[in-house]
């Protein structure tokens, strides 16, 4: 194609409510413009982009046997309302009514639309396995939207969802599944790891999430580098950091520590390394009798995962409690807070590293004052023992190879074994060998098809634009013909040269706009094209052309017959996959 033949508008400056550097450059590189809060409109280079990565993903979803359809934007409350979600989601949901004022939403995601086409489609076992998906426009409606397309509240997602006649054909798909995700980020080109995730809203019994690695990305990932142990910061494991609790040396004493009601600062008072300190956390279960509260525990230098509290049985629909019910169970506002005798009992839970230490400081329920030398068995019962905390680098690996580091990531593909969630609510069953009728077993796995654009440039940038891998680039090559309007000499190279690489399945652009050398190239390194070719008219009388790739800091000089070739070896090399 040719560049007077395509949109092409970049900005030297990004908007000023741009935050993020996916979000400047996009913007810059006239890939999206803005139409409302986290609304935009996708322009033709950032089309393009999608395009590609759509490509690849139909590819490797179809090699792994799945079938794509379409399902609506627009979904009734009903089947929501079979599944309960309907009531759980929260304004995340975006609801509407229709002219009968029957309640319709903007679909999030398609478990229940699916599962009522299987319930309807799918009657037998020598119908299945299956695995459907589609690539189609969500709408999530974010209290906040950030990030440009990051954090959009509209995005393109590819959704899939498999069927099976049991758990462990569901293992089958998902392993598929898994398999098909790995091969679809090593063609995009990028740095990425699957880790051990929650499963969140969705439901289910297991999930793994796939992150792109980037210094801004919003979840942190806990790896071992030394095996192939990753998991999200919200589910990876946190073993106890001591191996066997020690026995009492030191009674039980009340300290008088006013205004210490931070472990940070109570540690300073009392000249105590941090860890010798408990921390206390109060969450609360409403119930019709009225609240349940929670006394948590973690070490002072640690802090709570939520996630992990929600799995401690009878946490699932936690809140943190109010300052009034505190001192109604404690005697005392928060900052003084302990599990030895409070006002009015209640469960207690440790984290495994709290579970074993011994001669801890604590609250003392009594404003202003602690307790030192605390014990468990002697000055309080034994407590309930659960994960609790957040990892942090330098804990030991829970496969026992090796310590934990800790990495920033953006989620960007996400798989589940939904099991039969969704399809014991609604009831979508097949008759098996025998004529009995099962519960079809599910999984789910999404792909965030825009967040990935956003994602890709967090990790492939440099002070002078985006850096896109060969693989999803608007165009692989840029020719940049120095007065292409003025010289036959030039012009003529540079068709011929246009049409070689054309001819070989190259996706170049010929830059006829008549841009001086400087604007010229700061557009394309903008835009982020993985290869420039400079045609000029000294050069081509010395037999010479300008070859650079996006991440070189310079240009080579290759003989004019030997410029397709060289252009063909690296665009195809770079779309191998090892």
Known sequence: MKASQFFIRTLKEAPADAEI?????????????????????????GLKVIRKVEGIIREEMNRAGAVELLMPVVQPAELWQETGRWDKMGPELLRIKDRHDRDFLIQPTSEEVVTDIARHEIKSYKQLPVNFYQIQTKFRDERRPRFGIMRGREFCMKDAYSFDRD?????????????????????????????????????????????????????????????DYAANI?????????????APTQEVTLVPTPG???????????????????????????????????????RGDHELNEVKASKVPGLTDFRFAT??????????????LGPVKTKKPLTVVADRTVAQMSDFVCGANQ???????????????????????????????????????????IEVGHVFQLGTRYSESMNAVYLDEKGQSQPMVMGCYGIGVTRLLGAAIEQCFDDRGIMWPVSIAPFQVVLCPMGYDRSDMVREAADKLYQELTS??????????????????????????PYRVVIGERGLKEGQLEFQARTDTEATNVPVAEVANKVIDSVKAKLAIN
């Not at 550097?21 to 280079?45: D, E, F, Q, T």
């Not at 598929?176 to 439901?203: C, H, P, Q, S």
Request: glycine residues 10%; contains cysteine.
């Open 21 to 45: 550097v996916s979000h400047k450059l996009m913007m810059r590189a006239g890939m999206i413009r803005k139409l409302g809060a986290g609304i935009y409109n996708y322009m033709p280079m």
């Open 167 to 227: 758990v462990e054909g569901m293992q089958v798909s998902y392993a598929k599944m898994f398999e098909a995700y790995t091969r679809i980020f090593k063609r995009l080109g990028l740095n990425f790891r699957a880790v051990n995730a929650d499963n969140g809203a969705i439901g289910g019994t297991g999930s793994q999430e796939f992150h792109v690695i980037a210094e801004t990305g919003e979840d942190a990932i806990a790896y071992c580098p030394t095996s």
């Open 234 to 246: 919200e589910t990876a494991e946190a073993l106890s950091l001591i191996a066997n609790r020690a």
């Open 260 to 298: 210490q009601s931070k472990c940070e600062d109570l540690a300073k008072f009392l000249k105590l390394p941090l860890d010798k300190t408990v921390k206390s956390i109060v969450l609360a279960v409403d119930q019709e009798a009225g609240p349940q509260l929670f006394l948590l525990l973690v």
């Open 323 to 336: 300052e009034a019910e505190i001192i109604d169970y404690f005697g005392t506002p928060p900052g003084y």
């Open 367 to 409: 404003e202003g004052h602690h307790l030192t030398g605390v014990n468990w068995g002697r000055d309080l019962p034994e407590p309930i023992i659960a994960d609790l905390r957040n990892v942090i680098a330098g804990d030991a690996s829970p496969d026992g190879k090796g310590t934990l580091e800790i990495c920033r990531g």
């Open 504 to 529: 070989a399945g190259i996706e170049v652009i010929l830059d006829d706009r008549g841009e001086r050398p400087g604007a010229m190239f700061a557009d394309w390194e903008l835009i982020g094209v």
